[in-house]
């Protein structure tokens, strides 16, 4: 166990829909990453939130969104949603200028219908 | 831009065996962390070994090792007396410390069987 939670762990939705996929930092961890695992694009860095700001974007698409509060959890926010999202979308969180490793949560299933 | 290529889709190993899982990436900084990541059938992303480039020894964890080779740009990884739990997608990935950004670039994965 990393530490780091990540709710739904599974979720089933059509195409056109909004979802929202949450994330527990580790304690102490003031920052979370986003990432979405596919099986043609493999692991793909989506957005980095540092203490509640934005720190750095990836490959994360206009239809997504994502932000950290003040308690450190963050959420993501996938809309418009296409067959081509579903994907295994990890969390993962470190502490930045303490330690460098990520410690990833268990990831939440995203099925698009 | 920073890139990671893992070279062998699938490796098998028979149990107790040793095997060498290969990565080279690409990357004009000097300061950086590379990693190996393992990936079981429960889909969990867990940290095996970490290595830091200003690092010339290479890192050990138990039956994990890794041969870093910085010129050559190469970071393979060694698991000796390999068991049943070790059957997983194993991901090689690379940090840059010198960025702002804090994100990893994984490669595109070895899956590796363990033959009873």
């Known amino acids: 166990d990393s530490g780091v939670t990540q709710t739904p762990k599974h979720l089933i939705t059509a195409t056109g829909q909004r979802v929202t996929l949450r994330c527990s930092p580790r304690?102490?961890?003031?920052?979370v990453y986003w990432y979405q695992q596919s099986l043609d694009q493999g692991l793909q860095f989506l957005i980095q939130?540092?203490?509640?700001?934005?720190?750095a974007k990836g490959n994360i698409l206009e239809r997504f969104s994502a932000q950290q509060f003040p308690d450190l959890h963050s959420e993501l926010n996938l809309s418009s949603l296409e067959l081509g999202d579903s994907a295994l979308y990890f969390c993962?969180?470190?502490?930045?200028?303490?330690?460098?490793?990520?410690?990833f949560g268990p990831g939440t299933r995203l099925t698009v219908l | 831009a920073q890139t990671v290529t893992q070279s062998q889709p699938e490796m098998s190993v028979q149990e107790a065996e040793t095997v060498t899982l290969s990565c080279t990436y690409d990357?004009?900084?000097?300061?950086?962390?590379l990693f190996w990541y393992k990936q079981p059938p429960s889909r969990q992303m867990i940290l095996v070994i970490r290595?830091?480039?200003?690092?010339?020894q290479n890192a050990t964890e138990n039956r994990f090792s890794v041969n870093f080779q910085k010129a050559a740009k190469s970071f393979s990884l060694k698991i000796s007396d390999s068991q049943l739990g070790d059957a997983a997608m194993y991901f090689c990935a690379y940090r840059c410390r010198a960025n702002r950004d804090d994100k990893i670039i994984f490669g595109k994965g070895t899956r590796l069987h363990i033959l009873p």
């Open positions: 939130y540092y203490n509640g700001e934005e720190r």
């Open positions: 304690s102490g961890d003031l920052s």
């Open positions: 993962a969180s470190s502490v930045v200028g303490t330690t460098d490793t990520q410690y």
């Open positions: 990357t004009s900084e000097s300061d950086y962390y």
């Open positions: 290595q830091e480039a200003y690092k010339q």
